[in-house]
């Protein structure tokens, strides 16, 4: 099992920053994918980014330049939001996916608020 913790999350103004964390806890493999989906209101769940163990990254294509996601190692990984905008209003989730794509976990979700 796999607990993930999330933070950082919270209203801020349209032009403005936000930086998520997420640890992970529980069995966690040397080799693993963690990273961000979002779901605004009424709308499906879609990648925000993802990054492995190895440093390798995948984004949204409509994110990159403006989010930058990063870890410190197997267990915690960083998004930095940028230039936010009210369309980027959402429940942020932290994702964690094993090497073999067997196990995927959730966290329970982090409110961002962009106004405008």
């Known amino acids: 099992q796999v607990q993930l913790l999330e933070s950082g999350g919270g209203l801020v103004q349209t032009g403005g920053f936000l930086r998520l964390s997420c640890l992970a806890s529980?069995?966690?493999?040397?080799?693993?994918?963690m990273g961000w989906y979002r779901q605004a209101s009424g709308k499906e769940r879609e990648l925000v980014a993802v990054?492995?163990?190895?440093?390798?990254t995948d984004y949204a294509q409509s994110l990159k330049g403006r989010f930058t996601i990063s870890r410190d190692n197997a267990k915690t990984v960083y998004l930095q939001m940028n230039s936010l905008k009210p369309e980027d209003t959402a429940v942020y989730y932290c994702?964690?996916?094993?090497?073999?794509?067997?196990?995927?976990?959730w966290g329970q979700g982090s409110q961002v608020t962009v106004s405008s």
């Open positions: 990054v492995d163990t190895g440093g390798i």
């Open positions: 529980g069995i966690i493999g040397d080799f693993n994918h």
């Open positions: 994702y964690y996916r094993n090497a073999w794509g067997t196990a995927i976990y």
